[in-house]
């Protein structure tokens, strides 16, 4: 079976030579020229993923079409805001009985859709996964254990994907709670700016674990509101997710953040990281969807507020501080 995968970025090559590792032709595609003559001159994404060496069943295709036509599944890498455009210019050529596999974490602006359901749209009928979880894509490239989920509404594709991507150093679960794995993968990316933003500030352990802590409370009050199931929140694409996202220096979200907290102002913050920084869009989208659904998300407010240069970061701590006391099982009910 070959794959298909869209988007050349550090996760998508990683997961290029993962699969080709396994023995599968990967055919790589991407806006890039640039990153695709690298791979092909000298197998290697040095914009994206520098100093790994691609499999040679690794090949980076000429077009679009090309790419994804005559493949098994196709794995679509591309941020969010563009995903429904990377969707549209590859269904026509998608095979029959090909899948597709989204691996990008975010939430669209205006519709407010999440991938699946923006798939569900466009490509109705045909199969769908998401694959998610706590998976930096150089960590993963150096063969470091990695444990992810794979969810779809079809248990087959689910289990389908699972055997795709399973190694002995990714292990592979499955699940159904696709809206929750989404959310957990998308949502986290807000909190891991606001972890950035403390670390940045200069406070410590207390303040990046209550921010965690109250975040992931966050994260599921509006996932439940969604239809999604509370304790996909507490798994991999949950808390899993959130954990390696707003403590590792390979978050893009995160050392945004710390700019953020350390005075740069948030547009420089943004462009100075060089790479899409997915909790940005993502907090807008998540501040309209709190709205949408009356639910409480004052750490994203903050944070959204934050980033859009509303207000200062001391200023939103402090009113995240001084808000009216709760009872902390209180915040859990919906």
Request: charged share 20%; with cysteine; proline share 4%.
């Amino acid at each position: 079976m070959r794959a298909g995968i869209i988007g050349a970025g550090s996760w998508g090559t990683a997961l290029a030579n993962l699969l080709a590792g396994k023995g599968v032709p990967v055919s790589v595609w991407d806006i890039d020229s640039e990153v695709l003559d690298a791979i092909r001159d000298g197998r290697e994404n040095k914009k994206y993923l520098p100093g790994r060496h691609l499999h040679d069943l690794v090949t980076a295709a000429e077009t679009q079409e090309g790419c994804v036509k005559g493949a098994g599944f196709v794995v679509f890498a591309v941020p969010t805001q563009h995903f429904r455009s990377a969707l549209l210019a590859s269904a026509p050529y998608m095979d029959d009985g090909a899948f597709a596999v989204n691996v990008a974490k975010g939430i669209e602006l205006g519709s407010l859709m999440t991938p699946s359901a923006i798939f569900s749209e466009a490509c109705p009928g045909r199969r769908f996964a998401v694959l998610s979880g706590p998976s930096h894509a150089e960590e993963v490239a150096d063969g470091m254990p990695t444990t992810v989920t794979a969810a779809s509404e079809d248990p087959k594709t689910a289990e389908e994907a699972q055997d795709i991507f399973m190694t002995e150093k990714f292990r592979v679960y499955t699940q159904g709670d696709v809206t929750g794995v989404e959310l957990g993968g998308a949502l986290k990316n807000i909190i891991a700016l606001g972890a950035g933003i403390s670390d940045g500030m200069g406070y410590g352990d207390n303040t990046k674990a209550a921010l965690m802590t109250r975040g992931i409370t966050e994260m599921a009050r509006l996932g439940l509101c969604m239809g999604a199931k509370r304790d996909t929140f507490f798994g991999l694409s949950g808390i899993g997710d959130l954990i390696v996202t707003c403590t590792s220096m390979h978050s893009r979200n995160r050392r945004c953040g710390i700019m953020i907290g350390e005075g740069v102002p948030p547009e420089e913050a943004i462009a100075r990281i060089g790479m899409v920084v997915e909790g940005v869009p993502t907090a807008e989208a998540a501040r309209a969807l709190a709205g949408r659904y009356g639910v409480e998300m004052p750490i994203t407010e903050a944070i959204c507020r934050i980033v859009n240069g509303e207000v200062p970061p001391d200023m939103a701590l402090a009113a995240l501080m001084t808000r009216g006391k709760k009872h902390e099982q209180e915040d859990l009910r919906v």
